[in-house]
Every structure is written in C-alpha cells, then in structure tokens.
C-alpha cells in the first residue's frame, strides 16, 4: 500500500482551518492533514522537535500550506527556516493567506515560495481553491525527494 505523504496546513484561523479541511475532503483529497496553528509549531513539526521529537524529521509532507499572520513565528520567517535548511530547502511551500499587501506577496517569493495564492473571502471559492491547490501539489507535482 502506497503511504501518502501529509499535508502540512499552518492556519492560526479556526474557521480558515475547518474551511480548509472540508475542501480537502470535498475534493476526495485523502492525504492526512497535520494542522499547525502557529509558526513555531510548524518549525517542530518540519524539524522534528518539542512535541514532534519522535517523528522522523526525512518523512517531508507533500506539501506546506503556509499562512503568513501567524502567532509566534510569522509565515515569512517559517518559509526563511525552511529554506535555510538542508533538509527541508526543497520542500514545496504554498502560501495561502488572506493579506493583501504586494511587500507580502514580493517577500514570499524572495523567500523562496512556490505559490502565492490569496484566500477567496467567498466560501465556494475557498473550496475550489483549496482543492484546486491539492489536486496540483498532491497530482500533478513530482517532488525531489
């Protein structure tokens, strides 16, 4: 049986997060979701540290799916750790967020981003975005590692 790689959701929003997850499985998208709720829980989860330590840090998620206004450790640090690091450098990286700042979208890419995708305030469309963004990454991609 084939392991399918998890999806990594950095969200800090509640209702971001059970949006994401029900376009996930509306999209039959089965992959296990990890959920991160701030920056600094997803930097444990990537490296395999605090709560994560037993996890083993070379079992990379298909993909990170980042909000950059996060608690902690904003988004755009997150992405320049994750780019830092050796391990973790190829790591596809989809920014989801709702901010409407260009220096945002500008940064995440100078940061390394694969994606910059705004979050639809629309319902439907944050579904269809969310399971667009899935079908890509989890499909379609071929991942270096």
């Known amino acids: 049986m084939m392991h399918s790689k998890p999806i990594l959701l950095v969200e800090d929003n509640a209702d971001d997060e059970v949006l994401a ?4 499985s509306k999209s039959n998208i089965s992959n296990p979701i990890v959920v991160a709720r701030d920056g ?8 395999a540290q605090g709560q994560y330590a037993d996890r083993d840090s070379r079992d990379l ?3 990170v799916l980042l909000d950059l206004k996060l608690p902690k450790i904003d ?3 997150v992405l320049r750790r994750i780019r830092d690091n050796e391990q973790t450098r190829m790591l596809p990286v989809v920014v989801l967020t709702s901010s409407r700042q260009d220096e945002d ?3 995440s890419y100078n ?4 994606s910059y995708v705004r979050k639809p305030v ?5 579904v269809a975005a969310v399971g667009q963004l899935g079908m890509y990454w989890l499909l379609l991609n071929q991942l270096p590692y």
């Not at 600094?40 to 490296?47: M, S």
């Not at 940061?111 to 694969?114: D, K, P």
């Not at 629309?122 to 944050?126: A, H, K, S, T, V």
């Open 61 to 63: 998620p298909a993909v």
């Open 21 to 24: 997850l029900r376009a996930f």
């Open 75 to 77: 988004g755009l640090e």
């Open 111 to 114: 940061l390394g981003a694969n």
């Open 105 to 107: 979208l500008v940064s």
């Open 122 to 126: 629309d319902f439907n469309e944050f």
């Open 40 to 47: 600094a829980e997803a930097l444990d989860y990537l490296f």
